[in-house]
């Protein structure tokens, strides 16, 4: 078994203000995307400008976090937000869905795109690749904040979360998602991406991939306590939720190769 290493979820305290983790990590992930979006500008538009691009980064990342917050609210535990609206603001707490989160970044993408003349799979086939970044820090926000944790194990590398009233050695879920939908999905992505692709190729593959890995962690990561199983003992939000996404990444993928050419997406 492994130590939990002791991170006060608090990186900086000044007076009453309290820097979390948890909220740096998100800064991680907006800046990580900006900067590798700003490297691959000028494949996607050499017209853009990178106030442009800061723009698009911006409406995004207004997406994925009320997107996120409101995700989490509406799938996971509306009966507590309705019963207490405040808590609506608690984000330092946890509470984020990422379903909620891709649906707000896709209603930007619409918005946007629309303002500067860009199709919903141009401007999601380059962001797709930067996303694994913001996906990867949030995981590490998990593990520092102790939530997310798995079910109980005795592999080697378990570890005993201090927020676990049961104290149980247990799967570190939370970085098995870092390595998953952080570190392995944007490699694969940024492989992908490196040649000219069809349009909604990228797109699907992100789908696809984020939709399986997510799948396969939830079987061992414990669900929300307010929700339990869905059915059989094992089935969670999570995994239904990522079942149109697999889906939906399958049929993109297809039709992206199967349809009328059309331009490619941007390379890396």
């Known amino acids: 078994m492994l130590p ?27 800046g990580g995307a900006w900067l590798l979006a700003s490297r691959r500008l000028n494949r996607f538009d050499p017209t853009w400008t990178k106030e442009k691009l800061s723009d698009m980064v911006f409406w995004m990342s207004m997406g994925v976090i009320v ?12 009966g507590a937000y309705l019963a207490n609206p405040t808590l609506i603001f608690e984000v330092w707490k946890g509470g984020m869905s990422f379903h909620g989160g891709f649906i707000g970044v896709m209603l930007a993408a619409l918005w946007f795109g629309k303002k500067n003349n860009k199709s919903f799979f141009q401007l999601m ?73 069809p349009t909604m190729a990228v797109s699907g593959m992100f789908a696809l991939f984020y939709g399986i890995f997510r799948f396969i962690v939830e079987f061992v990561r414990v669900p929300d306590a307010q929700l339990g199983y869905l059915a059989w003992n094992w089935l969670t939000m999570g995994q239904v939720l990522c079942v149109p996404m697999i889906v939906g990444g399958l049929f993109l993928i297809w039709l992206a190769y199967h349809r009328a050419p059309a331009a490619p997406a941007a390379a890396v």
């Not at 997107?67 to 509306?78: A, H, K, S, T």
């Open 67 to 78: 997107g996120g917050r409101l995700g989490y609210v509406l799938f996971y535990d509306l």
């Open 125 to 197: 086939d380059f962001v797709a690749p930067m996303v694994p970044i913001g996906l990867g820090a949030g995981r590490i926000g998990n593990f520092i904040n102790a939530e997310l944790w798995g079910k109980a194990t005795d592999v080697p590398w378990a570890m005993v979360f201090p927020t676990d009233p049961a104290q149980l050695a247990r799967h570190p879920s939370q970085l098995y998602q870092f390595a998953l939908e952080g570190v392995a999905l944007f490699l694969i992505l940024w492989l992908f991406s490196r040649k000219p692709r």
């Open 4 to 30: 939990y290493p002791q991170i006060d979820p608090v990186a900086l305290a000044i007076g009453p203000l309290k820097i979390h983790w948890y909220g740096l990590m998100y800064l991680i992930g907006i």
